[in-house]
C-alpha cells in the first residue's frame, strides 16, 4: 500500500530551499504551496500531506506522531532535544551558532549574562567552558541585549555577519555549524519503511549533486 506521508514543513527562512529540494527530487508540488496561507496542504498525486509549522515546533509534530516526518535546522534539534531520528543533511539554510557581544568586553566576573533564543544550548555550551552563567531568554531581536546593557554576550544564529557588524557587535566564539536535517518519527520510520527510505534515497541524490564538489 502507498501510506501516505506527513510532513512537518517549516515555515519561513527554511521553506523555499525545502520546497526547491523536493521538486528537484521529482516530487510535483503544486503552485499553491509556495503561496498559500494554508497550514495543512494535501498533495494527493504524491500522497503527501504538509503541515506547515513554525520551525522550532517541527520535532514536536514529529516526535509525537502527527508528522512522519519534518524539516529541521541543526539548531533547533540541539535546542529541542526531542525523540525523534535525524535521517538526511539536507545542507541547506546554513548558518552557525555564535557567541557575540560588544568588542574588547569581558565576560562579568561574578555574575555573567547571556542573551538567545537558545537557551539550551547556551547553557550545555557555557557549562562545558566551565563558566557559571545566568541565561536570559530572548524570542528575536537578540542583538539589542549587550547594546542596551541587558547582558554581557548573546548566543545566536551568524549567516552573513550582516546583523552584527551593523549593530557594532563581534563574534568571540563559533559554538556549531548549522543546516537542515530531514527528521523522523521512529514509529513511523518503522512502519513507513518503504516510501521513507525511497524519499530518502531521491533527496539524497539531489543533495549529493549539490554539494560543491571537493
Ligand atoms: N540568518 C539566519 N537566521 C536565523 N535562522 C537561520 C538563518 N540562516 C539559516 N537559518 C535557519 O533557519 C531557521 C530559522 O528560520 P526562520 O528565521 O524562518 O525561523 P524563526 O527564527 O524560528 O522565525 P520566527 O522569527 O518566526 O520565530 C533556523 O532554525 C536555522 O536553522
Ligand atoms: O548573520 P546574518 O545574515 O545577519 O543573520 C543573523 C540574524 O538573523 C537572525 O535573525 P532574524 O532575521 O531571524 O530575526 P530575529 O531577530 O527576529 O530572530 C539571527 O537571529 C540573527 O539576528
Redesign the pocket.
Known sequence: MNDMLTIAM?K???FEEAADLLRDAGFRLPAEFDDSRKLIIDVEEENFRFILA???DVPTYVEHGVADLGIA?K??MLEEERDVYELLDLHI?A?YLAVAGLPNTELNEIAPRIATKYPNVAAAYFREQGSQVEIIKLN?SIELAPIIGLTDRIVD?V?TGKTLVENGLVEYERIVD?T?RLIVNPASYRLKDRRISELVERLQLVVKTKLPSK
Open positions: 517549516p519561513g527562512r527554511i513554525k520551525p522550532m535546522g539548531d533547533v539554510s548558518c528575536g544564529i549567516s548549522i537542515s
